[in-house]
């Protein structure tokens, strides 16, 4: 299992559904900052659709998981066939106190997230117990969808799981009438085109203006560029490092409402 991390340490995990079917964290190891040029389902959630979706409600905090009502929630299962063995806690946490810092949750947003090649969901669960109403999670793999649901019915939190391609998501007007704030991208590192995919999500119109898109991609791959889209429409915020894990934070359309501060010496304007 891979282990929350929380403000007073305790440990109310997620299991971890990583690399055998949709993505989650495979770094681990500390921050080692910046990254720049050269360097089933249960009633009342849709599975395979677009069902009603329930709001998850939750306080907003930095706590994470561990806070509020998943205090002590162990999620039960993970996703048959991992082969993951790094914890990705601190990658986690590390990346919602970047979303913080960024005033993704900041009130009185109501924040959707989609939670992209979700595993066993751990980011869109975190994402409900920071501040989120409404959650989806999406997997080609029906076992990761649903270990996703169950894993957020353990810890308190109800949401949607889709059950098909990340890129046939990106290609719709809305998630259960939601457009969304948040999208955490962690595919399988050698299963997918990551300049394909970041440029379905610069066209997508399932992203609300000011979205932040977090990508997960190997240092192997090099720094990704600052801007991304035909027309600009990823800004590049910030792309850290942390062992073999690099996070690429972007804005999607940004308006200059919230604080994101682009930082395009961390990126590679060489690239792609």
Same mark, same amino acid.
């Given at each position: 299992?891979?282990?929350?991390?929380?403000?007073?340490? @305790?440990? !109310?995990? $997620?299991?971890?559904?990583?690399? /055998? +079917?949709?993505?989650?964290? &495979? *770094?681990?190891?500390? %921050?080692? =900052?910046?990254?720049?040029?050269?360097?089933? @389902?249960? !009633?009342? $959630?849709?599975?395979?659709?677009? /069902? +009603?979706?329930?709001?998850? &409600? *939750?306080?907003?905090? %930095?706590? =994470?998981?561990?806070?509020?009502?998943?205090?002590?929630?162990?999620?039960?299962?993970?996703?048959?066939?991992?082969?993951?063995?790094?914890?990705? *806690?601190?990658?986690? %946490?590390?990346?919602?106190?970047?979303?913080?810092?960024?005033?993704?949750?900041?009130?009185?947003?109501?924040?959707?997230?989609?939670?992209?090649?979700?595993?066993?969901?751990?980011?869109?669960?975190?994402?409900?117990?920071?501040?989120?109403?409404?959650?989806?999670?999406?997997?080609?793999?029906?076992?990761?969808?649903?270990?996703?649901?169950?894993?957020?019915?353990?810890?308190?939190?109800?949401?949607?799981?889709?059950?098909?391609?990340?890129?046939?998501?990106?290609?719709?007007?809305?998630?259960?009438?939601?457009?969304?704030?948040?999208?955490?991208?962690?595919?399988?590192?050698?299963?997918?085109?990551?300049?394909?995919?970041?440029?379905?999500?610069?066209?997508?119109?399932?992203?609300?203006?000011?979205?932040?898109?977090?990508?997960?991609?190997?240092?192997?791959?090099?720094?990704?560029?600052?801007?991304?889209?035909?027309?600009?429409?990823?800004?590049?915020?910030?792309?850290?490092?942390?062992?073999?894990?690099?996070?690429?934070?972007?804005?999607?359309?940004?308006?200059?409402?919230?604080?994101?501060?682009?930082?395009?010496?961390?990126?590679?304007?060489?690239?792609?």
């Amino acid at each position: 299992p891979r282990a929350g991390v929380s403000a007073d340490g @305790a440990a !109310a995990s $997620v299991d971890a559904g990583a690399r /055998g +079917a949709g993505g989650e964290h &495979g *770094g681990g190891g500390g %921050e080692e =900052g910046p990254v720049g040029a050269g360097s089933r @389902a249960p !009633a009342r $959630v849709a599975v395979e659709g677009e /069902g +009603a979706a329930v709001d998850a &409600g *939750g306080a907003s905090s %930095e706590a =994470g998981v561990a806070g509020d009502r998943g205090r002590g929630a162990r999620a039960e299962a993970g996703v048959p066939g991992d082969d993951a063995a790094a914890d990705d *806690g601190p990658v986690r %946490e590390a990346m919602f106190s970047t979303l913080f810092s960024l005033g993704v949750f900041r009130p009185p947003r109501r924040v959707a997230v989609l939670d992209a090649f979700c595993g066993s969901g751990s980011v869109g669960i975190e994402a409900l117990s920071r501040g989120a109403d409404f959650a989806a999670f999406v997997d080609v793999s029906p076992a990761a969808c649903d270990v996703s649901i169950r894993n957020a019915k353990h810890c308190g939190y109800d949401g949607v799981a889709l059950c098909e391609t990340a890129e046939s998501v990106l290609r719709r007007v809305d998630v259960a009438g939601r457009k969304v704030d948040l999208l955490s991208l962690t595919p399988p590192y050698e299963e997918v085109s990551y300049a394909d995919l970041l440029a379905d999500v610069a066209a997508s119109d399932v992203l609300n203006d000011d979205a932040v898109v977090v990508v997960e991609y190997p240092v192997e791959l090099g720094t990704l560029p600052p801007v991304l889209g035909d027309h600009g429409h990823l800004v590049g915020l910030r792309n850290r490092r942390y062992g073999r894990t690099v996070l690429a934070f972007y804005a999607h359309r940004p308006t200059g409402k919230l604080p994101f501060d682009p930082r395009p010496d961390e990126f590679d304007r060489r690239a792609w």
